[in-house]
């Protein structure tokens, strides 16, 4: 009884502690705790958090911050001097949020104490804040990790229950901001492969450590961790430790990004109480016209022209907040950094916002370590992964560019054949999904890794049964009988004989006998309609297959996830070409609910995806498209555009400094399609 007093007593105390709490930083192997004091002469401001403003009731001015550092070896709770209790805790609630301290209360822009990396500093100080008002995302929501630091953090969670045992197997939680839902998994089936789709609520699983719940979610759409411009890549792993104090829900988020942070950034700000008797009230959104933006323009600012009070050296805030802080990044974030901020000039002469863009000689782009944590799932070289998208319609993976198998009654129909070596492998892969007859293929493009494999794959199809054995002519001129029939926008046909790299034609067996020219081609196959779409944009020869009641869009190179696109402009490719069909899979590609979901889309390389995914590519590609356009106004040369580095902010995503697509190539492409 006396340790259960004492206990007791420690948690009222740990709520009382978690009022005054701002934040916690786990910092080169230490917990930073960041706690209120009274205000002294210098408004200073803590790494870590850095508290800022005032408390969300409005009362009291401002307070500065002392920092403790704890070993990150021991738990919070022990740190506090609570032993941990063995007993597992039940998360069903109606969990409120209680008033916290969010942190970023200063100017806009401003990111200190935020550890992001230099990419995830450029890509916010080009951020625009019509982004959100474009009709594209006017639907996009808070992913669940940053809701459950708002205000609107309502959140309901129900177990669900396995009837055999009557076990607590997973909880569902939905949270009120924008109506996310999210299921962890307490039953230890693993995460899906990389290349499943991922949401803006991830899969997660969760495992006990005594009485909190220690969840992992992976497969997270790239999202904002705040509304301005700090993002959080599609690569990141969630670490989040839930514990219930009695009435009271507290989480820990811990976010690994290799893309958009440096080190992991931890936020402890969020409480909840329960009262069962709230109701949840409802958050849907419509796509709505909020803004005289065009319909697919892409909002952003030019390198050193963003007007965010944050950004700008010559602003000084009521703080006294030094613009060398407000660049932010992990340095910001060590215990000492509030020592330095007395000696820095709050607007130094001569400070110039465009510096951030420069791009010093060696400079590193590559992603950092994962901390750890490495996506799992992904094929094994010579592998192929074959994963069901939705309808009738499974992807390949791992054949060079993906691979699309649509599979019913009438046959299969396989969208691009991936490379020569792959054939055979892709011919297991294809069996294993239908042992029905192969009756078509279609080509997106004439490139070799979704050509190589036409003519074994063709080899081993049949023919279409109402196509005259003796039929030699017209759309569907035969150079085949016993082979499946090969479709293709013209021009691909064109450089399958006559290769523009001067390389060897692709053998005849695999050439199309089955052209277009027109802007579209339909078919209707497995009791469905199949649309084939001319797009140009990598070339002048790519196609776009739409199943219409499967509801997947097969894009090929025109959606690469994997890399920046590989435009070509001697063969008809442009980068405003690419936008121009970018913006087309925006309008045929429609979401369910919040800008994800619905219609499912294989990629030339890369995950399955849906909508959010292509407007974020159609975005990255008109963002590069004008600055290199800004730098061919101001007369810069090709060399020097190359120089300059013009892809600030998705490098370390999307870039490569070797291999046969190199940063460099995709810059020297674009411009050239530009200058012309």
Not at 269 to 286: F, L
Not at 606 to 623: K, P, T
Request: hydrophobic residues 35%.
């Amino acid at each position: 009884m006396a340790i259960d007093a004492i206990r007791n007593a420690a948690r009222r105390k740990i709520i009382q502690n978690l009022q005054w709490l701002h934040g916690i930083r786990c910092v080169n192997g230490y917990y930073l705790l960041v706690k209120r004091r009274e205000p002294s002469s210098y408004p200073r401001r803590t790494a870590g958090m850095a508290y800022r403003g005032r408390m969300m009731s409005g009362a009291g001015p401002a307070p500065a911050a002392t920092g403790y550092a704890v070993a990150c070896t021991l738990s919070l709770m022990l740190a506090l001097g609570i032993a941990p209790a063995a007993a597992q805790m039940d998360l069903t609630g109606m969990w409120v949020p209680l008033p916290r301290n969010q942190d970023g209360s200063g100017d806009t822009g401003d990111a200190a104490g935020i550890p992001w990396s230099i990419d995830g500093r450029r890509r916010a100080h080009s951020w625009s804040a019509e982004e959100f008002d474009t009709a594209e995302w006017v639907c996009r929501p808070h992913a669940w990790n940053y809701s459950i630091e708002g205000p609107l953090s309502q959140i309901r969670f129900l177990p669900i229950i396995d009837r055999a045992t009557q076990r607590i197997i997973a909880y569902r939680g939905h949270i009120q901001m924008e109506q996310q839902e999210t299921v962890i998994w307490l039953d230890g089936r693993p995460h899906p492969p990389a290349n499943a789709p991922h949401t803006w609520s991830g899969f997660t699983t969760g495992e006990w450590e005594g009485d909190v719940l220690v969840t992992t979610t992976t497969h997270l759409k790239e999202a904002y961790m705040r509304r301005t411009g700090l993002m959080r890549s599609d690569r990141a792993t969630v670490r989040t430790r839930w514990r219930r104090i009695g009435n009271y829900l507290q989480a820990t988020t811990i976010l690994y990004d290799p893309i958009y942070f440096s080190e992991p950034y931890v936020r402890s700000t969020n409480m909840w109480v329960n009262m069962p008797e709230r109701p949840m009230s409802p958050y849907p959104c419509e796509e709505a016209t909020e803004t005289v933006v065009p319909r697919g323009s892409v909002s952003h600012f030019l390198p050193g022209r963003s007007p965010l009070p944050g950004l700008d050296p010559d602003r000084a805030d009521e703080f006294g907040t030094p613009y060398e802080a407000k660049l932010g990044g992990a340095h910001t974030t060590l215990p000492g950094y509030v020592d330095e901020l007395a000696g820095m000039e709050v607007a130094p002469d001569g400070a110039d916002p465009a510096a951030v863009f420069e791009r010093p000689p060696g400079e590193d782009i590559a992603p950092q370590p994962l901390w750890g944590i490495e996506p799992q799932g992904a094929p094994a070289p010579g592998e192929i992964q074959v994963l069901p998208v939705q309808g009738n319609v499974h992807a390949l993976f791992g054949a060079g560019a993906n691979i699309t198998v649509q599979a019913g009654e009438d046959g299969v129909l396989v969208v691009d054949t991936g490379l020569e070596s792959m054939s055979e492998a892709v011919l297991e892969a294809i069996r294993s999904i239908s042992d029905g007859p192969i009756r078509y293929i279609v080509n997106t493009t004439h490139t070799r890794e979704h050509t190589g494999g036409n003519d074994v794959i063709a080899a081993a199809g049949e023919q279409v049964p109402w196509r005259d054995a003796n039929y030699s002519s017209g759309p569907q001129g035969a150079l085949g009988r016993d082979k499946a029939s090969v479709i293709a926008y013209l021009n691909v046909f064109t450089r399958m004989i006559v290769p523009p790299d001067g390389g060897e034609p692709l053998p005849e067996g695999g050439w199309p006998d089955n052209t277009y020219s027109t802007p579209w081609k339909r078919l209707h196959f497995n009791d469905e309609p199949v649309v084939i779409a001319h797009r140009p944009g990598t070339s002048d020869s790519n196609s776009v297959v739409l199943f219409r009641k499967s509801d997947v869009v097969s894009a090929g190179d025109l959606l690469d996830l994997t890399r920046f696109p590989r435009v070509d402009p001697d063969t008809g490719g442009s980068i405003q070409a690419l936008v121009d069909a970018l913006n087309y899979l925006i309008s045929i590609v429609a979401p369910a609910e919040n800008s994800a979901g619905g219609t499912l889309v294989v990629p030339g390389r890369g995950r399955i995806a849906d909508y959010a995914e292509v407007a974020y590519y159609r975005d990255l590609v008109g963002v590069i498209r004008d600055r290199i356009q800004d730098m061919i106004d101001r007369g810069m040369s090709r060399e020097e555009v190359i120089a300059a580095g013009p892809t600030w902010g998705y490098d370390a995503r999307y870039g490569s400094d070797s291999g046969d697509w190199t940063t460099d190539m995709f810059v020297g492409a674009a411009y050239d399609s530009l200058a012309r």
